[in-house]
């Protein structure tokens, strides 16, 4: 086992994909043998399935109407009418009157002959032995009509059937007739009717439309007078109640389903010859053939498409290393207009790693450039740098020292406030602070701005201490207090009221910066967001606070906007109601 993997293993791809189409073939084919052979197995079973169903409602509904007609012959034989005729030509010596009795007898039995399409004719015998003929009219020869008489004689009063024979092919109902008075029953013989009755009109009415229905009773044959075969040829092979079986008789062939009547010991054969059953069969070997041709077309198409699929990229490989033999590391990395991204397989893998090898060779090349380049940029930087913070820091304690010398007490508070605001704006402190930390800074930037706007503004803070230990995100509030001074104070000549206040709702605590300034669109919020407005300012904008927000505690908190133009502008900062390691102060 192990020396055939290792000879496949090294075999040249050719190889391999010849050996990959020749299973792929042999496998399609063993499926379409199973396929076939379920069709057939399947097939089989449906047509003995559909060929008992329609030979079972035949049967019984044949049955059915010859159990209709013995009950005719039952209600014939027990009209009071007829009953009456046949006991006065019985009692009668007068041949005048028996003659007038037979004529009254033929009239009644035309009323039942002319209503029944299922008669040939019905024959009445009475006492004295005379006949009378109503319907259709064969001769029935004397022989046979001893044989009816006799059996009609032997049932005492039940009916009897006799056979199509060559020289009539009625099925014959007979039987005995019995005198009864109302309620008083002496049951004399007093005639002998039988009925003739047309099968070939039963079955082609009632009987399936597919195959050919044969009735049989032992060796007699009822339907049809001249079947096909010989039906003593297959008795043999009926061996249950139902069943089905397939048979050669006379060098044909046929599929025989039966039936065998549990009422009248009669047995239904539904008789179709083998032939015409399976040409359906026949016409679904040749789709399995076509079918299976198709698949082994694709297979062939589709090897060849995968062989190719196969060296392709190699060949491309090989003209790319070509290339970076040479040196020319640029174009080995180039795809080629016509060509497409390699796919994800090795083959693929192996493209991708070549080209970052290429890539990585190139770049070592490059890198002394880059360097000096980065060399440059970083000095240029530096020089930009060489102000910082500190020298602000220091610049600003030195402003504030010399103003409280010469007691200018406005301006040194002026510079403590703009020395807090910008080392808490530089500062590398957590980016979340406590409430108390920010509204610091927003009173520190409220001293600036009292300075210089003096009277017209006035601002009001409502936010009760017990609430200072809350946490919230560093420069909220104060962006917020300077757009209201920029879009609501500066523009206008008289007092602007500016608020800060707090609240708490069920799921959140709410701070509200509040103005009295022309106001703005409730949806600005939506339209920065979506890239349709763009502001003016640059400073923290509030789609900046609001992500902030959003990102630190949840797509439940951010700004939200209740305003309209006219009508001031009132922003709702919502931050979490409770949470962990909070402590009231």
């Known amino acids: 086992m192990q020396t055939w993997k290792s000879r496949f293993r090294h075999m040249k ?149 006799t056979f199509p024979d060559a020289s009539d092919p009625a099925l014959i109902l ?39 229905l044969i009735v049989t009773s032992g060796p007699d044959v009822i339907y049809p007078s001249q079947p096909h075969f010989d039906p003593a040829l297959i008795q043999s092979s009926i061996t249950s109640e139902t069943g089905y079986f397939i048979k050669e008789i006379q ?20 008789v179709t010859p083998f032939n ?36 392709r990229p190699i060949e491309n490989l090989i003209a790319r290393m070509k290339l970076a033999e040479k040196g020319n590391f640029a174009e080995a990395n180039i795809l080629a207009g016509d060509q497409e991204p390699p796919a994800m397989d090795e083959l693929g893998l192996l493209h991708r790693t070549f080209r970052l090898m290429v890539e990585r060779i190139n770049d070592l090349i490059t890198e002394n450039y880059a360097s000096r380049l980065l060399i440059k940029e970083t000095e240029f930087k530096a020089l930009q740098a060489q102000i910082n913070p500190h020298f602000l820091y220091n610049t600003l304690e030195s402003i504030n020292w010399m103003a409280k010398i010469n007691k200018q007490t406005q301006i040194s508070q002026m510079v403590q406030a703009l020395a807090f605001l910008l080392r ?84 959140a605590f709410v701070l509200i910066v509040e103005d009295d300034g022309p106001g703005m669109a409730s949806n600005t919020l939506e339209l920065l967001r979506e890239g349709r407005l763009t502001t003016a300012g640059n400073g923290i904008g509030l789609l900046n606070i609001d992500e902030r927000i959003r990102f630190a505690f949840g797509e439940s908190y951010g700004l939200f906007i209740d305003s309209a133009p006219g009508l001031g502008t009132r922003i709702h900062i919502r931050l979490p109601k409770e949470m962990e390691g909070s402590e009231h102060v």
Not at 95 to 112: E, G, I, N, S
Request: with cysteine; hydrophobic share 45%.
């Open 13 to 161: 791809i050719k190889n391999k994909l010849s050996i990959l189409i020749a299973f792929i073939v042999a496998m399609t084919f063993a499926f379409a043998l199973i396929v076939q052979q379920y069709a057939f197995s399947v097939y089989d079973e449906q047509l003995y399935v559909k060929s008992s169903r329609v030979l079972y409602l035949s049967s019984s509904a044949i049955e059915k109407e010859l159990e209709r007609l013995e009950q005719l012959s039952f209600n014939i034989i027990t009209d009071t009418q007829i009953q009456s005729q046949l006991k006065s030509i019985a009692q009668s010596d007068s041949d005048y009157d028996r003659l007038t009795l037979r004529k009254h007898m033929v009239d009644r039995l035309l009323t039942y002959v002319g209503s029944e399409p299922s008669l040939y004719s019905i024959h009445m015998v009475d006492a004295a032995g005379a006949q009378q003929d109503v319907g259709s009219l064969v001769p029935i020869q004397a022989g046979k009509r001893d044989v009816i008489l006799r059996l009609a004689d032997n049932a005492e009063g039940q009916a009897r059937w």
């Open 174 to 212: 007979a039987r005995q007739i019995r005198s009864y008075s109302g309620t008083m029953f002496d049951l004399q013989d007093i005639g002998t009717i039988f009925m003739r009755i047309n099968m070939e009109r039963i079955v082609h009415e009632l009987g399936a439309g597919e195959g050919d």
């Open 251 to 270: 060098g044909k062939t046929y599929f025989v389903a039966y039936n065998r009547s549990s009422a009248t010991g009669w047995t239904y054969l539904n």
């Open 276 to 311: 015409q059953i399976f040409r359906q069969i026949v016409l679904i070997k040749e789709i399995v053939i076509g079918v299976f041709i198709l698949i082994f077309a694709f297979a062939i198409l589709w090897g060849i498409r995968f062989s190719r699929g196969l060296t």
């Open 424 to 507: 808490n704006s530089v500062s590398l402190k957590e980016p979340i602070l406590t409430l108390k930390e920010e509204l610091e800074m927003v009173q520190h930037y409220i001293t600036i701005q009292k300075f210089r706007f003096e009277e017209r503004l006035s601002f009001h803070m409502d936010v009760p201490e017990r609430e200072h230990f809350r946490k919230i995100p560093k420069l909220t509030l104060q962006p917020l207090l300077e757009n209201a001074i920029h879009y609501a104070l500066e523009p206008s000549v008289g007092t602007c009221t500016i608020s800060l206040t707090s609240r708490e709702e069920a799921d």
